[in-house]
């Protein structure tokens, strides 16, 4: 079964760079979210989308931000990288009409230096 | 107070013992409920969901949901060295918007 793909799946950046995940969630699942996952911490949650529009936003930093085109896939983008920003983010996604369980994608592990 | 609350462990048990995780939510519009597992730099897998009070098994999981009690628990049976990970219980908040994790409690299974 299609799961949901992330990418890149690692990424090294400088600081003050600007970076880019891309997530692709599971055919017909119309519910994005990205997490964040620091070592030796649980996920935070970053930001949601439901059917292309934001639906809810937890602990993102105004450096980030992300949205969800028309196919479904969406991307976050973080600009002027600090070092605290090296983490694992996850994707993941869920369908409303579907039992709203939710899938993560692998992550991507970016490492600011 | 976060929203959702486990004991972070180590939880310790030896194989083929019976491993008992705890969470409470504090979010009492909360209707959907998680356990995921989660290895060391690993993306979290999905143990169980339940959705309605009482029990639900799955092969060795059983899920345990209070509403009242604002309760979640995780039975592992038979727990195995590979049972050893994380295990994240998650609540489905703000509608279905975002879905909050707890810490996480870290098992250990020793043969």
């Known amino acids: 079964a299609a799961g949901v793909i992330q990418s890149p799946r690692h990424l090294i950046k400088e600081k003050r760079e600007t970076a880019t995940l891309k997530c692709y969630p599971i055919?017909?699942?119309?519910?994005v979210y990205w997490y964040q996952q620091g070592p030796g911490q649980d996920p935070q949650f970053l930001i949601s989308?439901?059917?292309?529009?934001?639906?809810d936003k937890g602990s993102i930093p105004d450096r980030f931000s992300a949205q969800q085109f028309s196919d479904y896939h969406s991307e976050l983008n973080m600009s002027s990288l600090e070092l605290g920003d090296s983490a694992l983010y996850f994707c993941a996604s869920s369908s409303r009409r579907g039992g709203n369980t939710i899938y993560f994608g692998e992550g991507s592990w970016l490492t600011v230096v | 107070q976060k929203e959702v609350e486990q004991n972070s462990g180590p939880l310790s048990v030896p194989e083929g013992a019976i491993a008992s995780l705890n969470c409470t939510y504090s979010?009492?519009?909360?209707?959907?409920f998680f356990w995921y597992r989660q290895y060391s730099g690993k993306s979290p897998e999905l143990i169980m969901s339940?959705?309605?009070?009482g029990d639900k098994e799955d092969g060795r999981f059983t899920a345990q949901l209070n509403k009242a009690s604002q309760y979640v628990s995780l039975l592992i049976r038979d727990s195995q060295p590979s049972d050893s990970a994380t295990y994240l219980c998650a609540v489905l908040s703000g509608g279905y918007n975002k879905l909050i994790f707890g810490a996480g409690t870290r098992l250990a299974v020793h043969p």
């Open positions: 989308f439901y059917e292309k529009m934001q639906s």
């Open positions: 055919p017909r699942h119309d519910t």
């Open positions: 979010d009492r519009g909360s209707q959907s």
């Open positions: 339940i959705y309605s009070n």
